[in-house]
C-alpha cells in the first residue's frame, strides 16, 4: 500500500523569484505545511501562510533545529549566495533526518556529458553528489532557461532587448532548446509533491537521485522574435537583428567573468546552451515528464505577453542582476 504524499516541506530562498513561486503554489495547493527559513534580519516578503523560522544561516545547529521533522527541503539560493552556504544547509539537513533535499539546481538538465565543457554543471553534479554521499535523496529539476527570466532580463541571456527592438542571434537563430515558465515550473513540484513516496508509478521515489524533467517550450530565438511579432505587432524591419558565434560569444562572456562582470556568465552559460552539441534540447533525446505529472500545454504567445508587461513595468538587468 502506497504511504501518503510528504507534508512538510521546507524551502530555502522564499523571498526570491523562483523560491516565492513554488512557496505559493504549494500553499495554494493546500495539501502541505510550508516552512521558510528566514534570516532574523531579513526584510523580505515572505509568502502568506507559511511558517517562517528564523535561523542563524553560520551556525549549523540553528538550521538543524529548523529543520527538524521535513520531509523535503527546498534549497533556492541567489547567484550572490556565499559558494559554502548550499553545503552548509545540504549538511544541516541530513543531521536534521531529511530524506529529499532538491538542490540549488533549477534549469539546465546536468549531465556528464554537459560537465565535460560547462563549469556551472560540473559544480551542479557536485552538488548532487554530496547529497548522496551525505546519505539523503536528491530530486533535481531539469527545466530548461526560465522563459521569462531569459527573455526579458536583456541581450546577455536569449540575445533579446525588448524595449530597444534588437536580437543578437546565436549562430543563426534557429538551434532548438526547451525552456519553461515560472508558472509550470511551479505546477511541476506541486505535481511532485503530491505523489505518494512509494508505490505504484508514478510516485516521488520514482525520481529518487534523479532529475524531473519540465519543459513549457520547445523553441529557437527564430520563434521567440515571431512571438513578439505577433505580441507586439511588429516585423523583422523593426527590428535590428544582428549574429555572433555561440564558440565566439561563450569565451567572450568568460572573460567579462573574469573581470568581475556578472553578465558575463549569463553570456557564456547560454552561448554554450545554444550551441548544437548541447543538450538544451532534452525533450528529443529523453522526452519529459510533463504528461506524468499532468501539466498543462501552454500558449507560448501568452508567456512572451508576460514578458513584454514585465520589461514594460521595468523588470531588467539593472534590478535584477546587478
Not at 45 to 61: L, M, N, R, T
Not at 143 to 157: A, K, M, T
Not at 267 to 273: D, V
Not at 277 to 300: A, I, M, V, Y
Amino acid at each position: 500500500m502506497a504511504q501518503n504524499h510528504p507534508d512538510k516541506i521546507a524551502i530555502v530562498g522564499a523571498t526570491g523569484r523562483i523560491g516565492g513561486y513554488f512557496a505559493r503554489a504549494l500553499l495554494k495547493a493546500g495539501k502541505h505545511t510550508i516552512t521558510t527559513l528566514r534570516r532574523a534580519d531579513s526584510k523580505g516578503k515572505y509568502p502568506e501562510g507559511a511558517k517562517i523560522v528564523d535561523v542563524d544561516f553560520d551556525d549549523e545547529s540553528s538550521l538543524v533545529k529548523a529543520l527538524e521533522g521535513q520531509q523535503v527541503l527546498i534549497i533556492t539560493l541567489s547567484v550572490r549566495a556565499p559558494p559554502t552556504l548550499h553545503s552548509t544547509i545540504v549538511k544541516a539537513a541530513v543531521k536534521a533526518g531529511v530524506p529529499y533535499i532538491m538542490p540549488n539546481t533549477w534549469g539546465l538538465y546536468l549531465t556528464d556529458e554537459l560537465a565535460k565543457n560547462s563549469q556551472y554543471a560540473a559544480n551542479g553534479l557536485k552538488l548532487y553528489q554530496e547529497i548522496q554521499d551525505l546519505g539523503a535523496t536528491y530530486i533535481a529539476m531539469g527545466c530548461g532557461f526560465w522563459y521569462e527570466w531569459s527573455l526579458g532580463l536583456g541581450e546577455p541571456w536569449y540575445g533579446f532587448d525588448i524595449k530597444a527592438r534588437t536580437v543578437t542571434f546565436y549562430d543563426d537563430g534557429k538551434t532548438v532548446i526547451n525552456t519553461s515558465t515560472w508558472d509550470q515550473c511551479a505546477r511541476a513540484i506541486v505535481a511532485l509533491l503530491s505523489l505518494p513516496l512509494r508505490g505504484a508509478f508514478p510516485a516521488l521515489s520514482d525520481w529518487d537521485n534523479r532529475a524531473v524533467l519540465v519543459s513549457s517550450f520547445r523553441v529557437s530565438q527564430r520563434d521567440m522574435l515571431d512571438s513578439l511579432h505577433r505580441v507586439l505587432g511588429t516585423t523583422d524591419a523593426d527590428w535590428e537583428i544582428s549574429y555572433e558565434q555561440t564558440d565566439l560569444r561563450e569565451k567572450r562572456g568568460l572573460k567579462m567573468a573574469a573581470a568581475g562582470d556578472l553578465r558575463g556568465i549569463a553570456t557564456s552559460l547560454y552561448a554554450r546552451a545554444f550551441m548544437p552539441s548541447s543538450q538544451s534540447d532534452f525533450e528529443s533525446r529523453h522526452g519529459t515528464d510533463n504528461e506524468k505529472l499532468g501539466l498543462p500545454k501552454e500558449d507560448l504567445d501568452e508567456a512572451t505577453k508576460r514578458t513584454v508587461d514585465m520589461v514594460n513595468d521595468g523588470f531588467s538587468p539593472m534590478t535584477q542582476f546587478s
